[in-house]
């Protein structure tokens, strides 16, 4: 199916070179790593090939790789696993813009007698930082700050906030599930205890994701059962994925200049012809600090739901926000946060670039979209109203 699919922040193509890798582990090489004979060893020497790949990728130790089976899992993981260890601390920070996957989770810990501060960002999406480093105390199990936001894109000074929290002696995790094979992500500069990955995000399949551990890192299983992943995660591994996923992170290095570059320049291209071509339009985040693959942009008194329909039809892949909160009419927790006004955040979409992204496809949306959100108004009766306020 001939597709121009920009919601790569919602999932990924698997990489032709992904599926060659692990096809063989899926037909031919089936053993369990963990078996004694040397036909499982066949597997379990692949397995750590691509443990040291991952490694390689963000600048860990291979034995800081823990495989899970997803991005939210390795939030839950490390969330879970801090106030398990530290016991008697009740207090957990992260912020108003994280994916469900960490906001629900504190959510849901903070009914179960856990106090959570949730840290503002301002109106470009950026992090209230002072908010944060004031709301630090010797209660904080655990400090949970995304990398990168999966809906705007706006990247976190990571790396500073890492040091901080680190000389409190405070956990650290990081959901870097958007930031992987976007921009450099390097645990030796940036000092997390726990940092998260997720294969689907970056050309690897769905059903595989990554907590970094620091070494040295207080840590207590979510999954237990058998000794696999040094007893840090039970289960037998998704041998296959892995081994996609190291290839991924392989390709991934190698994919960075070219994320940063050409498909960068389409993103830019996409988006300054839109607010050029289409009236009461808004980029929403910080314009400098966000992903080069991602744009985040509202449409003026439209509904963005519409406007993904009307793209449909023109075989366009697009999103409302997060995967996981599409289906629901409220404009997105981040946007909301953000203090986007309601007629914009009602009208945001997301496009997000990956490097199989063409300029012919850039070329189609900017010459279908002027006339989708045309005509989308045209039957708005709050553009309708705000037209005759204007003139
Ligand atoms: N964290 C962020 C920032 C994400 O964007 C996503 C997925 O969209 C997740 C976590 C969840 O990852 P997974 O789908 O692998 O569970």
């Avoid at 949970?144 to 990571?158: D, H, L």
């Avoid at 696999?228 to 995660?233: A, L, M, S, T």
């Amino acid at each position: 199916m001939d597709v121009i699919y920009m919601d790569n922040n919602a999932t990924t193509k698997v990489a032709p070179e992904v599926v060659e890798a692990m096809q063989p582990y899926l037909s031919e090489f089936y053993g369990n790593p963990s078996s004694v004979h040397s036909f499982g060893g066949i597997a379990g020497g692949k397995l750590k090939e691509a443990r040291i790949r991952v490694a390689e990728l963000i600048n860990a130790l291979p034995e800081e790789i823990v495989f899970t089976s997803c991005g939210t899992e390795s939030n839950s993981t490390a969330i879970r696993a801090a106030v398990e260890s530290y016991p008697t601390k009740k207090h957990i920070i992260t912020t108003r813009v994280e994916h469900p996957a960490v906001k629900n989770l504190c959510e849901h810990l903070s009914k179960k007698g856990y106090r959570v501060t949730f840290v503002p960002v301002d109106g470009q999406g950026r992090l209230d930082l002072d908010y944060l480093f004031d709301h630090l105390s010797d209660d904080t199990a655990i400090v949970s700050i995304m990398w990168a936001n999966n809906e705007t894109g706006v990247i976190f000074p990571i790396e500073e906030i890492a040091a901080k929290i680190n000389a409190r002696g405070i956990v650290f995790h990081t959901d870097a599930v958007q930031a992987v094979g976007k921009v450099p992500v390097d645990v030796s500069q940036a000092k997390v205890d726990m940092l998260s990955l997720s294969g689907h995000k970056v050309h690897a399949p769905k059903g595989i994701g990554v907590l970094y551990i620091r070494k040295g890192t207080k840590f207590a299983p979510f999954m237990i059962g058998g000794h696999q992943e040094h007893g840090r995660r039970g289960g037998t591994e998704n041998v296959a994925a892995i081994i996609g996923l190291g290839k991924a992170c392989e390709l991934a290095k190698n994919h960075l200049v070219d994320i940063n570059s050409r498909v960068k320049g389409l993103r830019d291209k996409l988006e300054n012809a839109l607010l050029e071509k289409v009236p009461n339009a808004m980029i929403n985040g910080d314009p400098d600090q966000r992903l080069p693959n991602t744009t985040s942009i509202g449409f003026e008194y439209v509904e963005g739901e519409s406007i993904l329909l009307m793209l449909d039809q023109f075989a366009i892949s697009a999103s409302s926000g997060s995967a996981c909160t599409s289906g629901s009419l409220e404009p997105s927790h981040v946007l909301r946060a953000m203090g986007i006004p309601f007629t914009a955040a009602h009208g945001s979409i997301r496009f997000s670039l990956s490097i199989y992204n063409t300029e012919e496809e850039v070329n189609t949306i900017i010459a279908e979209m002027p006339a989708i959100i045309a005509r989308l108004r045209e039957m708005s009766p709050f553009w309708k109203e705000y037209q005759k306020k204007a003139n």
